[in-house]
């Protein structure tokens, strides 16, 4: 089954923002810079529109529930685990997870997702759209993957069947 990945409304403005900034730094670059040569706005441009296309590519689009894997959709590489190395599948609320800071990922632009860390919980990778919603998939080496579907506990019962 098919559990969609919507962005909160935080993402949505972090995106639009991010968008509208990245606009702005490359067409205002272009206008600004007319005696330099072309080298840095062309640097420029490619380096941002590069930093957008990734995090658009590896953002978390849909979770999928088979009777053998749970898949994380993704533009690009799709992750995939077997169920037989899925140790839990539960519910968090926000109080469970703490604090957490983003030690290498995305904090907003599409979501949220990468490498995070809190006290309470450890080292964890999130594939998330939104803060709330959030499912903890404990695997039996240990890791931690944090997931938001639009509907949490359906995504938990499936694996508890």
Request: no cysteine; proline share 3%.
């Given at each position: 089954m098919i559990y969609k990945a919507s962005l909160d409304n935080l993402a949505k403005g972090i995106t639009?923002?991010?968008t509208v900034l990245f606009a702005f730094i490359i067409i205002g670059q272009y206008s600004i810079i007319?005696?330099?040569?072309?080298?840095?706005?062309?640097?420029?441009?490619?380096g941002l529109v590069l930093v957008y296309f990734i995090a658009y590519a590896f953002r978390p689009i849909h979770?999928?529930?088979t009777p053998d894997k749970l898949i994380i959709h993704r533009l690009i590489s799709d992750?995939?685990?077997d169920c037989s190395q899925i140790r839990s599948v539960e519910l968090l609320e926000k109080e469970q997870i703490g604090m957490a800071i983003r030690t290498?990922?995305?904090?907003?632009?599409?979501?949220?997702?990468g490498k995070f860390a809190s006290r309470k919980l450890g080292s964890m990778t999130w594939y998330a759209t939104r803060r709330n919603n959030y499912v903890l998939v404990q695997t039996m080496d240990n890791k931690k993957i944090i997931l938001t579907p639009d509907e949490p506990e359906g995504l938990v019962a499936k694996f508890a069947r």
């Open positions: 639009i923002g991010v007319k005696d330099a040569g072309r080298a840095i706005p062309i640097y420029t441009t490619v979770y999928v529930f992750v995939k685990i290498f990922g995305v904090g907003g632009l599409f979501g949220y997702f």
